[in-house]
């Protein structure tokens, strides 16, 4: 019987007890409400847990037009690590799970860990705490070493390298949001279990009052999650799927560094629009 909880809230330890309340109230009145009827409803229906992405798509009205390089990109078996760049939020992690529950079900994502909460796909989610404190550094150990047995044991790792939503260098208009440095984590991963990636690039950027939230820190930023997923419900996403890359392809290149900046290089890529505006 699944639990007819909220299912996740963006106020959690990582923030101090002022900056809960503000991430709650926020959440209440800029999103939050229209989420939950959603996802409640989603609850009473039922459904197979193994639709839950599908179903969310429809429910959020999201109109996913998945652009592929080739149909083949992403196998039917094997271990494989797809990588983005983190557009949005939390749309990005249901549009890519929506992808490839399309093609097979041995997939988890590598996701911020208030996501776990949500019952149906709680087995999905290989969650990071992004709280400073000893038990989120022994949980996220945790995480790592799941995620490598996971691909070790050939299934789908979902990450998005940046470990943060994409955000405006400068509060200008025409200028892009990007992610910010993306985290060596990905590069070991692939390193210590010898896989191969799928690059995938969202096109696309948050509001205008989210890149101001985030010049004004964390708490700011986490208050207007909800909001920003709210956002997107009827709204097109255009999402693009790289062609795969080998193992033997990165392995070549070897120092770490440099294959998270052929990793980056790669999903930008294939943004087909300024392409030169992302260096």
């Known amino acids: 019987m699944q639990n007819n909880k909220p299912a996740f809230t963006f106020s959690t330890s990582e923030v101090n007890p002022i900056g809960r309340i503000i991430i709650q109230l926020t959440e209440l009145g800029t999103g939050k409400i229209k989420l939950k009827k959603l996802y409640d409803q989603y609850l009473r229906e039922n459904l197979p847990p193994e639709n839950f992405w599908?179903?969310?798509i429809d429910r959020l009205d999201l109109r996913v037009q998945a652009h592929y390089q080739s149909k083949s990109n992403i196998p039917e078996?094997?271990?494989l690590v797809v990588i983005?760049?983190?557009a949005f939020g939390v749309a990005d992690g249901v549009t890519i799970c929506s992808l490839i529950s399309k093609?097979?079900?041995?997939?988890k994502i590598i996701t911020h860990k208030v996501l776990q909460r949500a019952d149906a796909i709680k087995e999905k989610i290989i969650p990071f705490d992004f709280s400073k404190n000893r038990n989120a550094l022994i949980n996220n150990i945790a995480s790592r070493k799941e995620s490598e047995e996971h691909l070790r044991n050939?299934?789908?790792l979902?990450?998005?390298p940046s470990g943060s939503v994409s955000t405006k260098p400068k509060l200008r208009k025409g200028i892009k949001a990007v992610d910010?440095?993306?985290k060596q984590f990905t590069s070991k991963i692939i390193m210590k279990t010898q896989s191969p990636v799928v690059p995938i690039f969202f096109e696309g950027q948050n509001s205008e009052l989210f890149h101001v939230a985030d010049k004004l820190g964390q708490v700011f930023r986490y208050s207007l999650m909800m909001y920003e997923l709210k956002r997107r419900i009827g709204k097109k996403i255009d999402v693009h799927i790289g062609k795969r890359i080998p193992f033997e392809t990165i392995k070549e290149i070897g120092n770490l560094?440099?294959?998270t900046k052929f990793l980056r290089d790669n999903t930008y890529r294939l943004d087909p629009n300024n392409k030169n505006s992302y260096q």
């Open 54 to 56: 599908h179903d969310a």
């Open 77 to 79: 078996n094997g271990r």
């Open 84 to 86: 983005a760049n983190h």
């Open 103 to 107: 093609i097979r079900q041995d997939y």
């Open 154 to 156: 050939n299934g789908v």
């Open 158 to 160: 979902i990450i998005f």
């Open 180 to 182: 910010g440095d993306w």
């Open 257 to 259: 560094i440099e294959i």
